[in-house]
C-alpha cells in the first residue's frame, strides 16, 4: 500500500508514542500538499498549517504542592511554584513565547517553528505515523518518529526523514540533532549521515539514550 508524505509546518496534536490509534484526518485542520515518497529527495516544499483551536486549559494534576516564593526584579511579587503533569497549552505558549522574546533580544532573531512529516493512508484520509520536532536558530530538532511495524523496512523512514531534512534546509539550517534510544533506531540515523556525539545511561539497565547530529550542509 502506498502512503501520501506530508510536511508540516504547524500540526494538529498527533497520536502518542507505541500503539495509539492514529489521527483521522477530518480532525487535522491542514493547509497541506501531498509529496509523492519518490520524489521527496528533490523536492522543496513548504507547507503550512492554520493553528488549531485550544480548548479551555484544565487545572491539570499537581505532582507537588505549591509553594509560595518572592520573585526577584518583579516588584517583589509573591508567586507559587507547583509541578504537574499537564501543563495548560495556554502555559506551554506562554513558556514558549517568552524564550521567543529573549532570544529576539539576544540573537536579534527568533525563529522558532513547528515541522511535522506526516505518512497518510490515501484510502482513509488517517495519518498512520510521523515525524515531529521543530527548527530555530540554524538547527533542526526531531523529537519524536513513529510508524507501524508493517510500514518499517520498506524505504518510507527513509523518505520521510529526508523529507524533513529538505524542509530544515529551506528553512536554513544548517545542523540537526535529536536523540532517540539504544533499543529504538541509532543505526538506522547513523545510516543516514547521521553522527553520535553522546550516550546517557538510562533505564532498563543496559539502555542508554543515544544523542545524534548532522551537519545539513553537506553533501
Request: with cysteine.
Amino acid at each position: 500500500m502506498g502512503f501520501d508524505i506530508l510536511v508540516f509546518a504547524k500540526p494538529t496534536p498527533m497520536a502518542s508514542r507505541g500503539n495509539a490509534p492514529p489521527v483521522s484526518s477530518s480532525s487535522a485542520r491542514y493547509e497541506a500538499c501531498s509529496v509523492s515518497p519518490r520524489s521527496v529527495p528533490a523536492q522543496r516544499c513548504a507547507c503550512y498549517a492554520k493553528k488549531p483551536e485550544q480548548s479551555p486549559a484544565s487545572a491539570g494534576r499537581l505532582l507537588a504542592s505549591a509553594v509560595p516564593i518572592v520573585a526577584q526584579g518583579m516588584d517583589r511579587m509573591q508567586l507559587e511554584i507547583a509541578v504537574t503533569d499537564a501543563p495548560s497549552p495556554q502555559a506551554l505558549e506562554l513558556i514558549a513565547d517568552g524564550l521567543d522574546q529573549f532570544n529576539l533580544q539576544a540573537a536579534g532573531h527568533a525563529d522558532r517553528r513547528t515541522l511535522a512529516v506526516l505518512a497518510t493512508d490515501p484510502a482513509s484520509g488517517e495519518v498512520v505515523g510521523g515525524l515531529s520536532g521543530r527548527t530555530s536558530l540554524g538547527l533542526l530538532f526531531i523529537d519524536l518518529f513513529y510508524l507501524p511495524p508493517a510500514q518499517r523496512g520498506n524505504g518510507l523512514g527513509s523518505q520521510m526523514l529526508a523529507a524533513a531534512e529538505e524542509e530544515a534546509r529551506r528553512r536554513g539550517c544548517r545542523s540537526a540533532v535529536l536523540y532517540t534510544i539504544s533499543f529504538q533506531a541509532p543505526d538506522f540515523y547513523v545510516k543516514h549521515g547521521w553522527t553520535v556525539f553522546g550516550q546517557v545511561p538510562c533505564d532498563p539497565p543496559g539502555t542508554s539514550r543515544v544523542f545524534l547530529s548532522k551537519d545539513l550542509c553537506a553533501a
